[in-house]
């Protein structure tokens, strides 16, 4: 997986354009930056140091970047990964878990007996009635679990080559 080939580009950022394509990313199970308010300079280090390709429609910063930058031109969101799609190959993201779309943590499964009392806070009485599985984020805590928007979630990235997926429960046990 980690051969440095550019066409398996699993660590990406993507620059502040491109806030909702970082979203969708995350839920493919790419590790994707999304940074904002960074000068061209903090960008390009983030990128080196840490062996992320950066998507961006900026010409002067792809060029810069030269081999770490991947352009996409495209407005849309589902342009944009139909654009990206045709650069690298995305179902190389297919066995990563979807990442936390708000800040890219790594999720991981918990059953309902584990949950704490302040974790029960953070999830609707109505979908703990029904939901014996959750998803936590290791970095920011926020919860998600399976709703009905899963099928279009998987439905749109199918359509681009990327897999939707979810932690393992598991492979939390120790
Ligand atoms: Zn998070």
Redesign the pocket.
């Given at each position: 997986m980690n051969g440095g080939h550019q066409s398996t580009a699993e660590k990406l950022i993507c620059d502040e354009m491109l806030g909702s394509l970082s979203r969708w990313l995350r839920l493919a199970g790419y590790d994707v930056l999304y940074l904002r308010d960074m000068n061209d300079d903090e960008v390009i280090r983030a990128a080196v140091d840490e062996g992320r390709s950066v998507l961006t429609r900026d010409r002067e910063l792809s060029r810069r970047l030269g081999e770490r930058s991947i352009t996409i031109m495209a407005l849309t969101l589902d342009d944009q990964l139909e654009e990206l799609s045709r650069i690298i190959n995305t179902s190389e993201s297919a066995g990563y878990p979807a990442r936390?779309t708000?800040?890219n943590?790594v999720l991981k499964a918990i059953g309902k007996d584990d949950l704490s009392k302040e974790n029960e806070k953070m999830i609707p009485p109505r979908v703990l009635e029904i939901r014996d599985l959750y998803y936590k984020?290791e970095?920011?805590d926020?919860f998600y679990w399976r709703g009905t928007h899963i099928k279009g979630i998987k439905e749109r990235l199918s359509r681009y080559g990327m897999v939707f997926s979810l932690p393992d429960p598991e492979q939390n046990i120790l």
């Open positions: 936390c708000i800040c943590g984020c970095t920011c926020h």
